[in-house]
């Protein structure tokens, strides 16, 4: 796969697997965003992005022009790749395929997993907390969120490193690749219908039973093919996403002292400083299939084109948040949109802000004091969704 060219001119141009847009997309975001509430390249065969709240907020809530069949910005088109209800439905099908997921993600259902996300977070913190160093990207906050949601299926949490390939390869590798994306979901696929046979022979009382138990609107059983679907998409939305977020709450506070020492003074501030962490530095970056021709905040949008939902872009939006690209972690007013806005809004937020608290909370109570290790690489992740793969942390007071 030949390299794309390098941007020149991110108005017309824009490219968000650019190494700058990866490393540090504000700049770029703010620099669009003065000059025009849409652009447009024609890259990937096609896209615009949104870099407004607002014109983020008209696409998300406009399910007529705007469909959620395809969900990630693609080198190849092809037909649309299977489906992981509700998150590539549109209406009417999406809402009850969503309503067979909510109750598993209830606030209560949340506070009963607290506890394992708590063990989970100190097993893993036993493991290092002696070495003076740390790359807690790789030993911390991947696997919090991956063995918090193999937990909840009824999976060895040990399958854990598989998920996280198959999640690689799907959302990174996949943008350019078609072939590495198939053979993903392939396995994915397989690794699940494994799972469904064996509880059709011994049933259990875990997430997949719940799935597998569960009745459409008309009393039916779902399909093997939507139970399947579900189940990759809990495994894809449920795990990068959060390490990217833990990640990047860990990053911030690892070069942000004066905010560390205030959470350790404070705890009682850290709910709202996750908001805040969530806002800035918001992970996940969806995608629409423009289905008719429409115009968005005045400008002209054409079918055949894809859109790049960029939530992460609206959250740093000055209109609507006054000072956006400063982290304030006790701000007030923070109706953020790192959840996603509209029909297809995050399931799984009562978790994933459950499992960043702890995560956080616990990672502060046994490392109060460390920084960034100057001497390592820090990398961030590609494409959808953006947040640190590697960050090597150096642990202890400094010398
Ligand atoms: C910090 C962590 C998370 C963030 C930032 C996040 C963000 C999002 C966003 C922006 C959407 C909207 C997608 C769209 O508009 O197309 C979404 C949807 C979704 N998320 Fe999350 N998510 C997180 C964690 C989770 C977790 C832990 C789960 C479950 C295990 C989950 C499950 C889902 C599902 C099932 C949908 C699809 C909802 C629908 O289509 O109606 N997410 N998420």
Redesign the pocket.
Known sequence: MSNPAPVTDWVHDFDHTDPRWTDNPFPIWDELRAKCPVVHTDRFLGVYLPTTYEAVKEI?YDTEHFS?RR?VVRNVRPEPPQPAP??TSDPPT?KPA?QI?LPP?TPDATVKLEPRVRAICNELIDAFIDQPSVDAAAHYTKHI?TRA?AHMLGIPEKDGDLFIKWIHEILELGIHDDAVLMRAVGDMTAYFAEQIEARKIHPTDDLISTLMNARDKDGRPLSDEHVQGSLR??LI??ID??WS?IGSSLWHLAKTPTDRERLIAEPELLPTAIEEF?RAY???T?AREVMKETTVSGCPIKPGNMVL?S?PAANRDPAVFPDADKVIIDRKENRHA???LG???????N??RME?LVAIEEWLKRIPDFRLDPSRDMKWSEGTVRGPRQLPLLLGKAA
């Open positions: 998300s959620s969900v509700p998150i999406h969503k997921l993600f969120p949601i998409l809990l939305a449920g996403t959060t977020g969530l918001s992970p996940v969806m939902l939530f790192a959840f996603g029909i297809h809004r995050c399931v799984g937020s978790l994933a960043m």
